[in-house]
């Protein structure tokens, strides 16, 4: 590719002070402005801000899953853009195919861009010319539309970009070990390539996308003080320096330690900020960013389904969208967005892609990665269960009648075991016993916080694991799986799964997801130990290092 954004030689690494720079652009001579914030009234050419794109991306996608009501379609539809249908690759994976009742899931790729257009430039966006994406996020929403997870892919993984199109019509080579975010860069022009991002991650997943979104800062910003504000959490104060490491000295106080709501400026603020806190890397402001779309995610659904309420927010996402062809249409938005609208919280998570560093650069890891892309594939959740297997308001006619009725005893919920949180971890490799087990816990009133399997090597006998000042509690939650130890270890309430739970359960894990022989193999904890879920604490998780 040509042009000063097609190599990752054209960047700085994720985690080096300072963010990146494009090979070649003008700077000033004494004083370096970060990719996080100018710190100048004079108005100095603003540079682009790394992951927050990721934000504008979802909170766009958050409030049309939203919005309802046939008379915002008028209004709304005049504000939306779509992108060149004939820039699609024509080498594309096969869509996914419909299950027994005619569902099927649906793969979003949700872009943000930095394009100076649109009063973004007075925000921080763009720099010399052209947009660039520093992230993206594939939202996979399964086909019972009940579930769905957002992968975030780091913006220097080294890729493969398939051939994408110029704006003169012609199309680029195939581009090896480049950088992720280049892609969105491709013909350097203010409106960037949504196209060849998508060639891109069909390339990379084997996935079909079926959309693509595009968001841009004016729309993030807009959108969160349409929403009256977002809570947030910080480890620790954080201040002017910590925005701007090129300030040279700490500055005032920006952000205060703990709990606050932000919107506007403060939120592109509190998402652009990566120094001063864990080792200041992209991936801990990754953790922020994704902590950050799950209060959004909570703050929209809790103002419920009026119009009057959310056509400021419509409003706002639709004049920042830029959309495939497919879904240029605010009647389109809308069908797509009301289904969606049965997806509990806690069913929304957001993970990265497995990586690593190499050198300067991320590199995804192998085979963890193939074993997600597969897991999407095969429309199985995070935690092995099958999205296609039934629909969501079919009783569990699957479910074992006697034998493990016996085995795994009934009981009555107590509303004070709500407070007590409970991880279900699977240790057996057999599908489907996570979320049986999970239910027991629920139906005796615990909290489930993580549906996952189990590091290491497999468990002969259930274990429930526990932390400090939680023996009881361990000992109440033992007592739903006849057979189980009690042992310290960790942080929290773990039960662990062995063989014995699966011996008791025969019927669960053969009619349970995952029992198909040509299913993928579970995830491994790289994967689903690291999960958020849209109803999480905003203060767990944010750090990295």
Known sequence: MSGRRGSPEAENSPHR????RAAGRKTAPDKGIPDDRPTSRAKPKPKRSTKQKVLWVTAGCTSLLLVGGGALYYHLNSNITTFDRDAVSKDRPEAAAPDAQGRTPVNVLMIGSDSRGNGNSDLGGGGDAGARSDTAILLHVYADHKHAVGISIPRDSLVNIPPCKLPNGKWTKEQSNVMFNSAFAVGDTEQGNPACTQNAIEKLTNLRVDHT?????NGFATMTKAVGGVDVCLPNDIYEGDLNPNLGHKGKLIFAKGK???EGQSALDFVRVRHGIGDGSDIGRTKRQQAFLSSLIKQVKSQGMDPTTLLPLADAATKSLTVDPDLGSAAKLMSFAMSLKDVNLHDIKFITAPWRYEGP???LV??????LWAALKADRTID??????QRPDAPDTAAPSTPAAEATPT???NPKNADIKVAVLNSTGESGLGGKAAETVKGAGYTVTTVGNAAGKARSTTVVEYGTGEHTAAEEVAKLFPGATVQPGGKGLSVVLGHDFAAANPAAAASAPGANPGA???LPSSVSGTARSADDDPCANISYG
């Open 361 to 363: 650069r991320v590199a």
């Open 366 to 371: 192998h085979p963890d990665v193939d074993q």
């Open 384 to 389: 092995g269960q099958d999205a296609s297997a």
């Open 213 to 217: 979104i595009v968001v841009d800062f």
């Open 411 to 413: 009981a009555t919920a």
């Open 17 to 20: 002070p300072g963010g990146r």
């Open 520 to 522: 993928p193999a579970p």
């Open 260 to 262: 606050q709501k932000v």
